[in-house]
């Protein structure tokens, strides 16, 4: 099999897993903070089928990889009632920051395997070496996009509940045309995003490498 072939697929499987513990981060933290709207959804699993997105969790990561650039997407988002969460606005800033924060450990236990052990530098085979690169890019490209502060995307979230009112109001009117901007985003600002990207990947690396004792 052409090892193209079989990087691509670790993608695919990389992205549709890391997506999945995502949106699983969310609804949890939103039962934990007492709504079940997730739960009653039938979202609070790792299950794909439940969380993929057609175009942002297969098509856009493919692509990306495909072109060398930084692998990101998306899910189908966790249905979340902010009013029956603890702390309304605050609650829900959780429950987005929830997300990301998984990709982040996801990302960093990743590297900790794949360091300590050699791993990420070829010790047990290339396709492993694959394996663990992956996971801790693909992770890292989830938690960077996602923390970007436009309605849908959970970096709004957080920065709707430490914003003042009339902020929160410009948010509340450009909520509808969120992901039309995030579209707008990858199709036309897709340079400045690789490089926001590859910039916010190698400052959370050198955290992991500080993290191991190496500079």
Known sequence: MNFDLVGL????????FSISLHELA???MA???GDNTAK????????????????????????????NAPVFGGAKPVPVNFRNLKWHEWGMA?????GPFANFLLALISFLIGHLSGILYGTG????????????????????????PIPPLDGSRILYALSPDAVRRVMDRIEIYGIILVYVLILI??????????????????FFYLLVGVK
């Open 31 to 33: 039962y934990w903070l």
């Open 26 to 28: 969310h609804g949890v």
């Open 94 to 98: 959780l429950v987005a920051f929830a």
């Open 125 to 148: 085979g290339e396709i492993w070496a694959t394996i663990f690169t992956q996971l801790v890019f693909t992770n890292l490209g989830f938690m960077l996009f996602n923390l970007i």
């Open 9 to 16: 697929i670790i993608v695919i499987v990389v992205v549709v």
């Open 189 to 206: 600002f897709s340079e400045l995003l690789s490089g926001f990207m590859v910039g916010g990947m190698n400052l959370v690396l050198d």
């Open 40 to 67: 009653e959804a039938g979202r609070l699993t790792l299950n794909p089928i439940a969380n993929i997105d057609p175009y942002m969790s297969i098509i856009v990561p493919v692509l990306l990889y495909m072109m």
